[in-house]
């Protein structure tokens, strides 16, 4: 039986062969046929869809100006991703990214000061936050890749910037690499006649992610509705018995808010502390007045794992200095004065709220929630790790627990279940 090139290749010369993304990438890795505008490659945790993106961008980049009928338009190409951090650490100097990938020679330049990378046949790629859509503004490319697309904060406007930019040469093309959720968004993508949607789990890069993973991390989510989401790339639209839906979350989702009557930042402290520790939660909200009824405003989720009790302190007063808030609201079920005293330790002069819960987490969730249901709370852009846990907590016994969910439901319950707001033209006070 004759065999292949890329046979001979790994037969005879494996070191060149294992160096040849061709021969070693996964389907759901390589370029669609046919006729499309968007490539959406929908994956799990770890199902290489940065590493497929990246290798994209390389092909896109190195085709010489009149090649694909690009009317002679030289490669531009647009990088956009959550943050500018995330763009550079991940997109172009990841383990997976663009120049990690990249052998010398052909390996571009990162030019920092200007937010770009440049190959040496002339083509340019400009990195773009999702956190500043009118950044696209004034640029146009000739293809364009989208990293994790749903945990863009201001994803519609972002997205509807970039298209207006795509359009150098004559089939300009984009690749959106994402862990999909169900927003209005990806939904739109995955219907559209122009987009070739390719579906990736994390079970099928299994060979070059880490044992551990699967065993300690992976073992946790299996059969559960966030598992089919972060392990299997699928669309979880809603999980049964949950007190929040993606269409309660997609219809609070706004771009800004008005001037508010009051701020705080909510804090859910973890019970342990350094490496391993549970998340802290700290959610930032504001209340205002709309049309004559009080309506709230989720701001920011600075909520982080792995924090010592003086680190998460300082993060929670930087968000209210950050935020102006008028109170710091902490729960101190989990370590009583301790989590007041620390907060003061870095700032004295912060007021502290200490609040208490002698409820269970659904009972306590259930009339925030029901503040959603009446239309009374909106998302100033998307905090995809708090939503992740508001449309799949249910309060089971088995369940996690949901320390961002918490921090919002403190929050929401002193601004619109405690104490009311100043009214309109009352000054904020402490």
Not at 3 to 29: C, G, M, Y
Not at 45 to 68: I, L, S
Not at 83 to 111: F, H, K, L, Q, W
């Amino acid at each position: 039986m004759e065999l292949s090139v890329a046979e001979i290749l790994k037969r005879d010369f494996p070191a060149v062969a294992a160096t040849l993304w061709r021969l070693n990438a996964h389907d759901h890795q390589t370029e669609p046929e046919g006729d499309w505008t968007t490539w959406l490659l929908l994956g799990g945790r770890g199902a290489g869809k940065t590493r497929a993106g990246a290798e994209w961008v390389r092909a896109m980049a190195g085709r010489p100006a009149g090649a694909a009928n690009d009317n002679a338009v030289r490669p531009c190409i647009a990088l956009v991703a959550e943050t500018y951090a995330d763009a550079r650490e991940v997109m172009i100097e990841g383990p997976s990214g663009i120049r990690s990938i990249t052998p010398e020679p052909a390996r571009p330049v990162y030019e920092a000061s200007r937010r770009r990378l440049v190959w040496r046949n002339g083509a340019v790629a400009y990195a773009f936050s999702a956190e500043d859509p009118d950044g696209i503004r004034g640029y146009q490319f000739t293809a364009a890749w989208s990293d994790e697309l749903c945990k863009w904060r201001y994803a519609e406007e972002t997205w509807s910037n970039l298209q207006l930019a795509l359009r150098l040469g004559e089939r300009p093309r984009q690749i959106a690499t994402t862990t999909p959720r169900p927003s209005a968004l990806i939904k739109r993508l995955i219907n559209a006649a122009t987009t070739r949607l390719v579906r990736a789990s994390t079970y099928q890069n299994r060979a070059h992610l880490s044992d551990a993973f699967f065993t300690e991390i992976a073992a946790l989510y299996e059969g559960t509705a966030l598992g089919r989401q972060e392990l299997m790339g699928e669309v979880v639209d809603d999980v049964a018995g949950a007190l929040w839906t993606w269409n309660m979350i997609e219809a609070a989702r706004i771009t800004a808010a008005p001037p508010l009557s009051r701020v705080v930042v909510a804090v859910d402290p973890p019970a342990t502390s350094g490496a391993g520790a549970d998340e802290c939660g700290i959610v930032v909200a504001g209340v205002a007045y709309c049309g004559g009824a009080m309506t709230a405003f989720v701001l920011a989720d600075w909520s982080a794992g792995g924090l010592s009790p003086r680190q998460w302190a300082e993060k929670t007063v930087a968000a209210y200095h950050e935020f102006s808030a008028d109170r710091i609201v902490v729960e101190v079920n989990q370590g009583g004065d301790m989590a007041k005293a620390v907060i003061a330790q870095i700032d004295a002069a912060a007021p502290i709220r200490g609040v208490h819960a002698t409820r269970g987490k659904r009972l306590r969730a259930e009339p925030v929630a029901a503040l959603y249901e009446q239309g009374r709370v909106r998302h100033v852009g998307a905090f995809p790790g708090l939503e992740d846990q508001m449309v799949s907590y249910t309060g089971a016994a088995s369940s996690k627990s949901p320390d961002r969910l918490d921090a919002l439901v403190w929050a929401l319950t002193e601004l619109m279940l405690k104490s009311p707001a100043p009214k309109p033209g009352v000054k904020r006070v402490n």
